[in-house]
């Protein structure tokens, strides 16, 4: 008597299965042991926000990039700035570096701060053009390159090395407010990859 109830227990399991894919089959619902759920896909991809529109980029001033900490790197974002006609080759240099050193001070654009990006370069800089016995190149800025953080630092130098504002050639010349000499500092593969680590390698320069 026993065993014929154990198996009829049994049998009720697979039963009532069957019956259960048959009512979700017949409501349109596929049965499935995997779970299919996994949330929705990430609107923005980490340190990769909407680039802006050239044409409306380019009516704004000289399409320019800066240099943001991105995680723990450097990476390249799209601005502009705004060079008056007629300068001289100097006049143009300081020109472009005040407007990309003022783009660096700005805070991110909300699509840049969700797709992780910020910036260490804070405001009050300015920047002059060379003294005498300077380079012709010189970015002199109004606080000394040795009292700006390293990552605002390797900010500055990997954004100016990168334009007009100096020779392109993946350095920069740079001094500050005193009478001391200016220094040739350079964006290295190190300095964008661990800008908080590894500081931008500089050497003397000579004069003219």
Do not use: N, W
């Not at 300081?94 to 001070?105: H, I, P, R, Y």
């Not at 407010?177 to 661990?194: F, H, I, L």
Request: proline share 9%; hydrophobic share 35%; net charge negative.
């Amino acid at each position: 008597m026993d065993v014929r109830r154990g198996a009829r227990r049994l049998l009720s399991v697979p039963m009532l299965a069957g019956t259960l894919a048959a009512l979700l089959t017949g409501c349109g619902i596929r049965a499935t042991e995997v779970p299919t759920d996994f949330g929705p896909a990430p609107s923005r991809a980490h340190c990769s926000p909407a680039g802006p529109d050239v044409t409306t980029q380019a009516s704004r001033g000289m399409p320019v990039q800066v240099f943001l900490l991105c995680g723990s790197s450097l990476v390249a974002v799209d601005r502009t700035v705004r060079v008056a006609e007629g300068a001289t080759d100097t006049e143009r240099r300081v020109l472009v570096a005040q407007g990309l050193l003022d783009e660096l001070t700005e805070a991110p654009s909300p699509a840049e701060t969700d797709a992780g990006y910020e910036t260490d370069v804070r405001g009050g800089t300015a920047v002059t053009g060379p003294r005498r016995g300077d380079p012709e190149d010189t970015l002199r800025l109004s606080t000394p390159p040795s009292g700006i953080g390293s990552v605002a630092l390797a900010q500055i130098v990997c954004t100016f090395s990168d334009s007009a504002a100096a020779e392109g050639d993946g350095s920069v010349i740079l001094g500050g407010p005193g009478d001391q000499a200016p220094r040739r500092y350079k964006c290295t593969d190190d300095v964008r990859a661990r800008p908080g680590s590894a500081e931008p390698p500089s050497s003397g320069v000579s004069g003219e």
